[in-house]
């Protein structure tokens, strides 16, 4: 595991959950109940019976509960970060479905499990593959090898398009963001290249400056094609809420409480939704 993946660990290891009576006074739930929200209804947009889950990324189990109710058999959960894995397995207990839990870096290491999944679903992770070009296609052909053809890849990731410009509006250091967030250039940011370039994230109760990088959906998108697998879903978490939100009126108004405020509204456009389809 080479530094910048124990850096990743470490970071994730040390963030502590938040428990439901500390939610309601979180200066990000607004945040928080869009993303899960959104969460759910594409995990249920793409979901099959009977599923096998891969989960790359998988972090304390937070998704664990989204799947409760949805026609799962098995699950496997994936993460680099040893702590947050305990954490998962103590929210598997008492599920329908049986659950695995692997330790490893999907961007690194070679993930295998005993049965090819319907559906594999990285949600807010897998734009760390993309430190190099190396990285990203380990963790791209981690998603191809497990998936049984006719299975989908869901995704929650960064729009780089959006971090860009809003980068490229302060003159002085390229950095943005307001009391909730901020994302500050790391020298590499400012490089052509298409793979590497980090910034720190900052988000209030979440992340303190953990590297992420620039995503290049454009290449993920060419590599997935040429192993079989194209893109059937990708839209902005904006144009997805102002969606889902009247497609399932009472899920939206049972997971959504607040409305978005002026500060947590520019975090929820940072993000887009994608799936991919192996044929």
Do not use: W
Request: aromatic fraction near 12%; charge should be positive; charged fraction near 25%.
């Amino acid at each position: 595991m080479d530094k910048s993946n124990n850096s990743v660990a470490d970071h994730y290891n040390k963030i502590k959950s938040i428990s439901l009576c500390n939610r309601e006074v979180s200066q990000i739930i607004g945040v928080r109940e869009v993303n899960n929200f959104l969460k759910q209804r594409l995990i249920q947009k793409f979901i099959q019976q009977n599923s096998v889950v891969l989960d790359l990324g998988c972090g304390k189990g937070g998704d664990l509960s989204k799947l409760k109710h949805c026609p799962v058999r098995t699950y496997y959960g994936c993460d680099i970060a040893q702590d947050s894995l305990k954490e998962a397995l103590s929210r598997s207990i008492g599920l329908k479905f049986k659950t695995h839990f692997l330790n490893a870096n999907f961007a690194s290491d070679k993930i295998t499990i005993e049965e090819k999944a319907d559906l594999v679903m990285s949600q807010f992770s897998f734009h760390y593959a993309f430190s190099s070009e190396l990285s990203m296609k380990k963790a791209a052909m981690n998603v191809f090898n497990n998936l049984k053809e006719g299975g989908i890849f869901i995704l929650t990731i960064p729009d780089t398009n959006v971090i860009l410009r809003r980068s490229e509006r302060n003159a002085v250091d390229g950095s943005f963001g307001n009391r909730l967030y901020k994302v500050v250039p790391s020298p590499s940011f400012y490089t052509e290249k298409s793979f590497g370039r980090g910034y720190k994230f900052y988000l209030q109760e979440a992340l303190t400056g953990c590297e992420e990088y620039l995503t290049n959906m454009e290449y993920l998108t060419e590599f997935f094609k040429s192993k079989g697998m194209v893109k059937i879903f990708d839209t902005d978490f904006l144009s997805f809420i102002n969606t889902e939100m009247f497609a399932d009126k009472e899920m939206y108004s049972r997971m959504v409480k607040r409305v978005l405020t002026q500060e947590e509204l520019p975090i929820i456009e940072l993000y887009r939704a994608i799936a991919y389809k192996k044929n």
